[in-house]
């Protein structure tokens, strides 16, 4: 057996199957131990994906960018993430199609191997650190991606996004070459249609005799309940340490399968596992309150924002996607530390703004506002941030997420007609209003003066 240069746990003894109802066995795969999930298992052709220069990267790109500095074991990255969302996809794949019946064995696994690279790959082009960064990235047109020449409202001025640079490596990189040797039976296009809904390809490739499956392989892999939230709420939580991320992963899967629409079929759950939905929805929306938007992680993201947005910052993310590749966590740190600009050297140094002042709300209040005013104007210098989050912006998203709804089905009566997952729960309208997070952040040097103005201007 090769050992890629990269690769992790290799055994050689290995013979087993990662589509055990079609016997599509593989020798000398890869199994990866991982904490959250256990046994993840690979095969060869999954291995050379790893082995790339652009999917190694991610190895160099935190999960959770500056969340360490609040939570010390949130050092995981997204490569181990994304090995996660591969498994969950599988395992997705598996419960929505147990009762389906493809035409062919070979279509099964056409269909499923797919959905696993889709869910492997979806991050592939995340910028570093945080999103943050995708401040400084070029205009898209210069990325030059040609899958995006079909779409009629393609904006080519608009600025690139994370998203774009992970359509550019899967279509025309160094990795593309790679998927094409090792994956003949699709194109890397078919791959990157299930990442990005909108983009435009022959429709008849998803289709297994009359049904049309892109909608529902798509959702497996981005939708309300998709295979990346599921693993990055369990791994957030194990690595961060707390309980708000755990969710009902196994029931989930156990009660997922799919709901006709004319000829496409849709994401569907059975209505057993509603309460199950529910404890995932606020499991999410708990961690971006508690954890994604703490108060050190945002202070941090604001003084790299500073610093993106001064006039003295050199530090850009290149177009050219091999040159991207070089784009990681460890890079940016090195630019920010050989940097003289305040921003910069105060989060190389560990040396952030303290917080003062913190409102929890669901509706826009002027008080920090008037205090921020209030402390500049005795000399002291201010950073307001707003972190906002909402419980799901498929609910009251675009209009190609709401033509992609996800079904409840009810097996054990056999009178109730599937309808829509938001019209399913009270959860979506309890939750309907935007929380937010407002704070004010001052120089640790004189937290005591803001205090005392604040105090005797009795704001």
Not at 66 to 71: A, I, R, V
Not at 141 to 159: E, G, V
Not at 171 to 185: G, R, Y
Not at 413 to 420: A, E, I, M, T, V
């Amino acid at each position: 057996m090769r050992e890629g240069l990269f690769s992790d746990s290799f055994q050689p003894g290995l013979q087993t199957s990662l589509d055990p109802q079609f016997g599509a066995e593989y020798q000398d795969g890869m199994e990866v131990r991982d904490p959250v999930h256990g046994t993840i298992e690979l095969n060869n052709a999954e291995v050379a994906v790893l082995d790339s220069a652009a999917y190694q990267r991610l190895r160099a790109i935190k999960q959770l960018g500056f969340s360490e500095f609040s939570f010390p074991g949130a050092t995981h990255n997204r490569y181990i993430h994304s090995l996660g969302v591969a498994h969950v996809a599988t395992r997705f794949f598996d419960g929505v199609f147990k009762d389906f019946n493809f035409s062919t064995g070979a279509a099964r696994n056409r269909f499923r191997q797919m959905t696993r690279l889709a869910a492997l790959l979806h991050d592939i082009g995340h910028g570093p650190l945080s999103h943050t960064t995708e401040q400084v990235m070029p205009p898209v047109a210069q990325l030059n991606i040609k899958a995006y020449d079909r779409n009629p409202n393609f904006d080519s001025q608009r600025q690139a996004n994370h998203e774009d640079y992970t359509i550019k490596f899967l279509t025309d990189s160094s990795l593309t070459k790679i998927l094409e040797d090792n994956f003949p039976d699709f194109t890397p296009l078919h791959v990157a249609a299930l990442i990005d809904k909108s983009l435009q390809v022959p429709e008849d490739f998803y289709r297994d005799g009359e049904w049309d499956l892109r909608v529902v392989l798509s959702q497996i892999v981005s939708s309300e309940l998709d295979a990346d939230r599921l693993d990055y709420l369990e791994r957030d939580a194990y690595y961060c340490g707390t309980n708000y991320g755990r969710v009902e992963l196994s029931w989930l899967v156990a009660n997922l399968t799919f709901h006709r629409v004319n000829n496409q079929l849709h994401l569907a759950l059975d209505r057993r596992a509603l309460y199950a939905f529910d404890d995932f929805l606020l499991s999410r929306h708990h961690m971006h309150l508690m954890v994604y938007f703490h108060h050190k992680s945002i202070i941090f993201e604001e003084l790299l924002h500073r610093y993106l947005s001064s006039p003295e910052c050199d530090y850009h993310v290149p177009a050219p996607i091999e040159e991207y590749i070089k784009c990681t966590d460890y890079s940016l740190y090195e630019h920010l530390a050989s940097s003289n600009n305040e921003w910069a050297r105060r989060i190389s140094e560990r040396r952030p703004y303290k917080m003062l002042f913190e409102i929890h709300s669901n509706h826009e209040s002027e008080r920090p506002l008037r205090m921020k005013a209030a402390l500049e104007a005795e000399g002291i210098p201010v950073i307001y941030a707003n972190s906002q989050a909402r419980l799901s912006k498929y609910h009251s998203g675009s209009e190609l997420e709401k033509s992609q709804q996800i079904y409840v089905v009810d097996r054990y009566d056999y009178h109730s007609k599937p309808y829509p997952l938001e019209q399913a729960t009270e959860i979506f309208k309890k939750y309907e209003h935007t929380r937010q997070i407002d704070r004010l952040y001052v120089p640790p040097e004189q937290l005591s003066l803001s205090e005392r103005v604040l105090i005797d201007q009795r704001l």
